[in-house]
């Protein structure tokens, strides 16, 4: 079974600084999506950055970027320049069979809160 | 991309009733995903809506306490029935396409007193 685990309930970050959150996840598959996805306070699911697992190269949206390492199972998000906005849980997610389109396991979140 | 409008977004509802929320897609899709956010924690799958069949269920829940109906591409419901307080929680209904992410309501948060 595909487990996802964020090992940080909590973190802060100073406006315009920049934070890292952890995710590790375990799976058998070899070719996988692997997707951040941040909620606010309105409750809304928002996807942050999605990373396909048989490119090396790191995703990268915007401030957002991702440090994949796939040998550790490792799918850390960096956000920089924190923005007031930015202020929301974030749940890493891998989709059952690796696939882009099937059932998400969330990991456990993280809250950021960004302060000014 | 896909717009998925759902309803309702809260309510609050007496112990022992049930509450049934929907789910509208702008688009038709196969599968409906149908999940639970209880109070400060994680997402879990509740089930599976593919359209023209009966919902699969992810361990720990049964068709009993969460009907789930799928008439068409574009629309799914889910009831919960005969409701306690441990059901207050954020329920979320997602569909997935190909090769795109995720896409999900705008939740339901359900209080029962």
């Known amino acids: 079974a595909q487990t996802v685990t964020q090992s940080q309930p909590e973190m802060s970050v100073q406006e315009a600084e920049t934070v890292t959150l952890s995710c590790t996840y375990d799976?058998?598959?070899?070719?996988?999506?692997l997707f951040w996805y941040k909620q606010p306070p309105s409750r809304q699911m928002i996807l942050v950055i999605r990373q396909e697992a048989y490119k090396q190269q790191n995703a990268t949206e915007n401030r957002f970027s991702v440090n994949f390492q796939k040998a550790a199972k490792s799918f850390s998000l960096k956000i920089s320049d924190s923005q007031l906005g930015d202020t929301a849980m974030y749940f890493c997610a891998f989709p059952a069979g690796g696939t882009s389109y099937g059932k998400l396991t969330f990991g456990q979140g993280t809250i950021l809160t960004v302060h000014p | 991309s896909a717009v998925i409008s759902q309803k309702p977004s809260r309510d609050i509802c007496q112990r022992g009733t049930s509450l049934t929320i929907q789910c509208q897609v702008d688009?038709?899709?196969?599968?409906m995903f149908w999940y639970r956010q209880q109070p400060g924690q994680s997402l879990t799958l509740i089930a599976t809506a593919n359209q023209g069949s009966e919902a699969t269920y992810e361990s720990g829940f049964v068709i009993d306490k969460f009907p789930i109906s799928r008439p068409n591409l574009t629309f799914s419901t889910l009831t919960v029935s005969n409701m306690s307080p441990e059901d207050s929680s954020i329920y979320l209904c997602?569909?997935?396409?190909?090769?795109?992410?995720?896409?999900f309501g705008q939740g339901t948060r359900l209080t029962v007193v």
């Open positions: 688009s038709q899709v196969t599968m």
């Open positions: 799976t058998s598959e070899n070719n996988y999506y």
């Open positions: 997602s569909v997935h396409q190909m090769n795109t992410e995720a896409f």
